[in-house]
């Protein structure tokens, strides 16, 4: 540092003295011409007069990072006007002045205050003037100058980055570029040798090398493995002053990784694996994993499997684990434990990808052998057949085998088989098996018409293990036997029209007839169609086989009419084509009709043709409006015997002073002279049902019990009164005693009072009541209560 210090001191002195010296030079080399002027003519024979310059210099240099004790002397300003006597003030105005430079007002010496650094300003810009101390007049005018600062080697070199990270491929060749790492140096890189740096490296060796000027990194040893080493630390140093000693230095440190290539191939750690299946497993379940290892990564270190050999191929496949890198064995088709127990498969294992320039390190795949044992396991039965199909006849006796199911254990132990039927397959049961030996039974007959087929499910089941079972679909064919006659195919009635003997037949048929048979076809078609034997000759109609399962009905004669006859059975005879043939006999209806001499139908009514062989229109007319008159006489007669009614009773006494109607309830007063009507005395305010108690005040609505209406007009007295206490009885609202029904209600616009014999009873009437006891027993009441009034008073 003391040297460094002296260094410094001798530097400054050195530039002071040099510039000091070129000032002075300057300054007198100019001195004198900036004292003396000449005097120039102007346009108007005016003498104009130029001052020359008193002082002039070019420019000051100051060492940056002077620490002495003294300000540095930067320069001395002075002026050929100065004679010394202190009348002359130097003034310093511009960068810095007063601050870091300051002049002595009367020598002209400036001195630098502070430490410059070169590198946060490299030079000043100032102005000088001299002026008059006592009046500052100028005395020169200003002039410029530069101060600037000298660089020295007190910054080292810097790098971009701390640190660095770079990739290059494995097995690289020597030579080949990582990265360049570039640092600065923020001295003045045009004076000496501050800021020329040069790289070199401290760590890293033998594996990299850096290039001294450039500072590019590149490999220097061959055949780097990343499986071997991945990631080297490098540190390069950069050193200004060209390398030399007492540069300054910087240094940064380089994370180099070595990227994958595929260099290795697979390789599996054992070469045989053990592996076992159970019988019972079902084809795509994991057998067994095998795994090759390779060291590279990511795409360079995929593996593929495959099955190359073995005596498993069939039934084996394996396929690959791409998350775990692993061959995955898994049963393509089931396995028997008593055909085979063992298997031998060869899988290879090869990379998916594979690089040109390294196919010399190859082969890139491996193989290893793979044993599969296959375990016993208790299996269910086995059906000899993946489905059955029997056949059996309809109308089969109960009992009538339909065949046979067989299912063994393919176990070694060959455990006995129990047989049973689904009957959700066979509601109707129409089956039943042997559980022993298999065999199926019909339980009764069966009819193909009704179902042709039947599927049933029959269960195989181990004995000692029911939960052991398989299961085998059957179906039955129902065959045919002729059971069913044929018939006709629709309800065929036939048309014939009436005409005389003399005109020639038709040869058309009457009608066209087919016939439809439940059977199969086998025991259906073809259909023959006759006649009985016994109407073999049949002199009216004749039937004729087409062959094609229809036959047509044809008239033998003519001259059919329909007052002789309007309507002929003929009986037809349908066989078919079965073993034993069936046949039946059916009826054909033909009508005698009116045609025109077209042979246009129109009519088939032999009543109408009656009616108009013997009576007009004229006269039919007629006939029909006497019955109309005569049903509307009948409905008049009726209509005035409803409304005038004839008395109920009719007295043979001539002092009867007027039509007395008795009864057991309240008429419907004087005005009721004619047989007795209900109507009356039904209150028209409770003609839907309710009439409320007088007696007493119901708590609640009552409502009327379902089927208790008004009785109509045709109702017998006795049953309306045995209605209404009925209803009085069944009231929720009455009290729990006996009270009075009164019939207060005698009608509308009636005058009379009542006819209650309630209020009859307390009234002084002078009528005789006896004759009541010759009106019968239904009076015999009303003559107890009237016609003993003397009884009563004697016995009081």
């Not at 050195?14 to 900036?34: D, I, K, N, W, Y």
């Not at 810009?125 to 007190?154: C, G, H, W, Y």
């Not at 180099?256 to 070469?271: G, H, M």
């Not at 040109?356 to 190859?362: A, E, H, V, W």
Request: glycine residues 8%; contains cysteine.
């Amino acid at each position: 540092m003391k040297e460094h210090y002296c260094l410094q001191a001798a530097l400054v002195c050195l530039g002071v003295l040099c510039h000091s010296q070129a000032f002075t030079t300057e300054r007198r080399s100019h001195l004198r011409p900036s004292f003396h002027g000449h005097h120039e003519k102007g346009k108007e024979g005016q003498v104009l007069q130029r001052s020359k310059r008193g002082w002039v210099w070019n420019q000051f240099f100051v060492i940056e990072e002077y620490t002495g004790p003294d300000p540095v002397l930067v320069g001395r300003l002075h002026s050929d006007i100065d004679s010394g006597d202190g009348n002359i003030k130097y003034i310093l105005s511009g960068e810095g002045a007063g601050t870091i430079f300051v002049i002595d007002d009367k020598s002209g010496n400036i001195h630098a205050t502070k430490t410059l650094d070169r590198e946060e300003r490299a030079q000043y810009t100032l102005m000088a003037q001299a002026v008059d101390r006592d009046t500052n007049r100028p005395l020169e005018p200003p002039s410029e100058f530069i101060v600037k600062v000298q660089d020295i080697n007190d910054n080292p070199p810097e790098f971009l980055h701390e640190t660095y990270h770079a990739n290059v491929p494995e097995r690289s060749n020597v030579g080949t570029s990582v990265i360049q790492v570039t640092a600065s140096d923020a001295d003045d890189p045009t004076y000496g040798n501050s800021a020329k740096l040069v790289y070199s490296i401290l760590e890293g060796q033998p594996y990299f090398s850096v290039e001294a000027q450039t500072g590019i990194i590149r490999t220097a040893l061959p055949n780097m493995d990343r499986e071997a080493k991945e990631e080297y630390h490098v540190v390069i140093q950069a050193k200004d002053m060209g390398g030399h000693m007492g540069g300054l230095s910087g240094t940064t440190k380089v994370t180099i990784t070595l990227t994958d290539v595929n260099d290795n191939p697979p390789k599996f750690p054992q070469s045989v694996y053990q592996m076992s299946v159970s019988e019972a497993a079902v084809p795509g379940e994991e057998v067994g994993r095998v795994k090759a290892k390779d060291p590279d990564i990511g795409e360079n270190g995929l593996v593929t499997y495959n099955i190359v050999d073995g005596d498993g191929m069939e039934l084996f496949e394996i396929t690959t684990d791409y998350e775990t890198q692993e061959g995955v064995v898994k049963l393509k088709k089931p396995v028997d434990f008593e055909t085979k127990r063992a298997y031998s498969l060869k899988v290879e294992a090869a990379n998916v990808h594979i690089d040109p320039k390294f196919i010399s390190n190859g082969p890139f795949k491996d193989t290893v052998t793979v044993k599969i044992a296959v375990e016993d396991a208790d299996e269910p039965p086995m059906f000899l057949a993946p489905s059955y199909i029997h056949e059996v006849q309809e109308n089969a006796a109960a009992g009538t085998v339909v065949g046979r199911v067989h299912a063994k254990d393919p176990d070694a132990a060959n455990s006995p088989i129990r047989y049973s039927i689904d009957r959700h397959t066979d509601l109707d049961r129409f089956f039943t098996i042997n559980p022993e030996d298999g065999f199926i039974k019909t339980t009764k007959p069966l009819d193909r018409e009704e179902t042709a087929w039947l599927n049933i499910s029959v269960f195989a089941a181990e004995i000692h293990n029911r939960h052991q079972e398989a299961k085998v679909p059957v179906a039955i064919r129902v065959l045919d036997v002729n059971d069913n006659a044929p018939k006709f195919a629709a309800p065929y009635e036939g048309f014939i029209c009436e005409s005389d003997q003399t005109k020639p037949l038709s040869n058309q048929p009457i009608v066209t007839i087919s016939a439809d048979d439940k059977d199969d076809t086998a025991n259906g078609p073809r259909f023959i169609f006759s006649l009985p034997p016994e109407i073999i000759h049949n002199p009216n109609f004749t039937v004729r086989d087409n062959r094609d399962n229809t036959a047509g009905v044809y008239a033998r004669r003519g001259g059919f009419s329909r007052q002789k006859q309007d309507l002929y059975l003929l009986p037809i005879v349908i066989s078919d084509g079965g073993v034993p043939p069936m046949s039946s006999t059916n009826t054909l209806t033909i009508k005698v009709c009116g045609c025109d001499v077209h042979g246009v139908l129109l009519s088939c009514n032999a009543e109408a043709y009656i009616l108009n062989a013997g009576l007009s229109t004229g006269a039919l007319i007629a006939i029909l409006a006497c019955i109309v008159i005569l049903l509307v006489i009948v409905v008049l007669f009726v209509t005035l015997r409803r409304q005038k009614k004839e008395p109920l009773i009719v007295f043979e006494e001539e002092d009867v002073r007027e039509n007395i109607i008795t009864y057991d309830d309240e008429g419907g007063g004087e005005e009721d002279t004619e047989a007795f009507d209900i109507a009356t005395l039904q209150n028209p305010d409770g003609i839907n049902g309710f009439i409320p108690r007088k007696d007493i005040k119901p708590e609640y609505q009552y409502m009327p019990r379902p089927g208790l209406r008004p009785a109509p007009n045709s109702v017998d007295v006795d049953d309306f009164i045995n209605t209404r206490i009925q209803e009085a009885d069944n009231d929720p609202t009455a009290p729990p005693y006996d009270s009075i029904q009164i019939y207060g209600y005698e009608g509308r616009g009636s005058v009379a009072g009542s006819l209650s014999s309630l209020e009859s009873a307390t009234t002084d009437s002078d009528l005789d009541y006896d004759y009541l006891q010759n009106w019968g027993p239904r009076f015999k009441k009303l003559a107890d209560l009237y016609g003993s009034k003397d009884t009563f008073d004697d016995d009081s």
